[in-house]
C-alpha cells in the first residue's frame, strides 16, 4: 500500500516502542491540539468562537495553562467568560423546568442545567483530538485490509491498552469482511494478552524488589513497569513520566 499522509501517523506509532500505538498516536494528537490552541489560530474569529462555545476540560485546561503563554490562554478565557456569563444570564431568567410541558411535550429551550452540563462535558481539545482519531481508527483497518505489511507491524507490537484493545476489538466488524475479521481478532488477541503476560511479570518483579529477600536481585525489566502499567489500564502515564 503506497504511503500517503493519513497512515504516516499509524506507521510511525506501531513502530515505535511503546505499550500503546494508539495512545501514541492519541499522545501527539494531543499535543498539536495544545499547540494549535495557543498559536496563532487564537486570534482568528471562527476559532475564538469555538473555544467560546465549547471550553475546556479540566485534563487540557491544565495542559494548556502549563504551556506558559498566559496572554493567549488570558485572551480565550475573556471571551469564553464573556459568553458563559452571557449565556447563564439570560438563562437564569427562566423559571426552572423539569424538562416537560402540557401534555408531555419536551420544553424546546435549554435549561440552565442542561447548558451547564453540556459545558461539562465539552473540550474544544478533546473535539479536535476525537475527530482526527477517528480518521486514524478507520486507516488501521483499510492498512490492515490493503498493506501486505501492516499485520505483521501489529503482531511485533507491544501490544495495546485494554480500552484501545478493546475498541480495535468492537469495531473491527465494521471494516473488515468474515475471513479479514477472524484474522485480525486472533492478530489482536495474540499481541494483547502476551504482552498483558509480559507487564504482569514486569510489575509482580517490581513488587518483589521492595522485598529484602530480592535486594540484590537485578531489575530486569521493571524499573518502569509502574507508569507502563498505568498505561496499559488506564491509557495514560503519570505526570513528566516518559517511557
Same mark, same amino acid.
Given at each position: 500500500?503506497?504511503?500517503?499522509?493519513?497512515?504516516?501517523?499509524?506507521?510511525?506509532?506501531?513502530?515505535?516502542?511503546?505499550?500503546?500505538?494508539?495512545?501514541?498516536?492519541?499522545?501527539?494528537?494531543?499535543?498539536?491540539?495544545?499547540?494549535?490552541?495557543?498559536?496563532?489560530?487564537?486570534?482568528?474569529?471562527?476559532?475564538?468562537?469555538?473555544?467560546?462555545?465549547?471550553?475546556?476540560?479540566?485534563? &487540557?485546561?491544565?495542559?494548556?495553562?502549563?504551556?506558559?503563554?498566559?496572554?493567549?490562554?488570558?485572551?480565550?478565557?475573556?471571551?469564553?467568560?464573556? *459568553?458563559?456569563?452571557?449565556?447563564?444570564?439570560?438563562?437564569?431568567?427562566?423559571?426552572?423546568?423539569?424538562?416537560?410541558?402540557?401534555?408531555? *411535550?419536551?420544553?424546546? &429551550?435549554?435549561?440552565?442545567?442542561?447548558?451547564?452540563?453540556?459545558?461539562?462535558?465539552?473540550?474544544?481539545?478533546?473535539?479536535?483530538?476525537?475527530?482526527?482519531?477517528?480518521?486514524?481508527?478507520?486507516?488501521?483497518?483499510?492498512?490492515?485490509?490493503?498493506?501486505?505489511?501492516?499485520?505483521?507491524?501489529?503482531?511485533?507490537?507491544?501490544?495495546?491498552?485494554?480500552?484501545?484493545?478493546?475498541?480495535?476489538?468492537?469495531?473491527?466488524?465494521?471494516?473488515?469482511?468474515?475471513?479479514?475479521?477472524?484474522?485480525?481478532?486472533?492478530?489482536?488477541?495474540?499481541?494483547?494478552?502476551?504482552?498483558?503476560?509480559?507487564?504482569?511479570?514486569?510489575?509482580?518483579?517490581?513488587?518483589?524488589?521492595?522485598?529484602?529477600?530480592?535486594?540484590?536481585?537485578?531489575? *530486569?525489566?521493571?524499573?518502569?513497569?509502574?507508569?507502563?502499567?498505568?498505561?496499559?489500564?488506564?491509557?495514560?502515564?503519570?505526570?513528566?513520566?516518559?517511557?
Amino acid at each position: 500500500m503506497k504511503e500517503q499522509l493519513y497512515t504516516i501517523p499509524v506507521t510511525d506509532a506501531f513502530q515505535a516502542d511503546c505499550e500503546c500505538p494508539l495512545c501514541k498516536m492519541k499522545e501527539e494528537l494531543e499535543k498539536n491540539a495544545i499547540e494549535y490552541t495557543l498559536g496563532p489560530s487564537y486570534m482568528e474569529d471562527d476559532n475564538r468562537a469555538m473555544t467560546d462555545e465549547s471550553g475546556f476540560c479540566e485534563k &487540557h485546561i491544565q495542559a494548556l495553562y502549563s504551556q506558559k503563554n498566559r496572554l493567549g490562554l488570558a485572551l480565550i478565557l475573556s471571551t469564553h467568560l464573556a *459568553k458563559t456569563r452571557k449565556d447563564l444570564k439570560n438563562l437564569s431568567t427562566q423559571a426552572p423546568s423539569s424538562g416537560k410541558a402540557l401534555f408531555g *411535550k419536551k420544553n424546546e &429551550h435549554t435549561s440552565l442545567g442542561e447548558y451547564v452540563d453540556k459545558l461539562n462535558h465539552n473540550c474544544f481539545i478533546c473535539n479536535r483530538v476525537n475527530q482526527t482519531f477517528e480518521r486514524y481508527i478507520n486507516t488501521i483497518f483499510q492498512m490492515y485490509k490493503k498493506d501486505a505489511d501492516f499485520p505483521n507491524k501489529i503482531k511485533n507490537a507491544k501490544g495495546f491498552c485494554t480500552y484501545h484493545y478493546g475498541a480495535l476489538f468492537d469495531q473491527a466488524s465494521k471494516y473488515l469482511s468474515k475471513e479479514q475479521l477472524q484474522n485480525f481478532i486472533q492478530d489482536i488477541n495474540n499481541v494483547y494478552f502476551s504482552n498483558m503476560e509480559r507487564m504482569q511479570e514486569d510489575i509482580d518483579w517490581f513488587i518483589n524488589k521492595f522485598d529484602y529477600r530480592y535486594q540484590n536481585e537485578p531489575w *530486569k525489566n521493571s524499573k518502569d513497569a509502574l507508569p507502563r502499567a498505568i498505561l496499559k489500564t488506564h491509557s495514560s502515564v503519570t505526570p513528566d513520566t516518559e517511557l
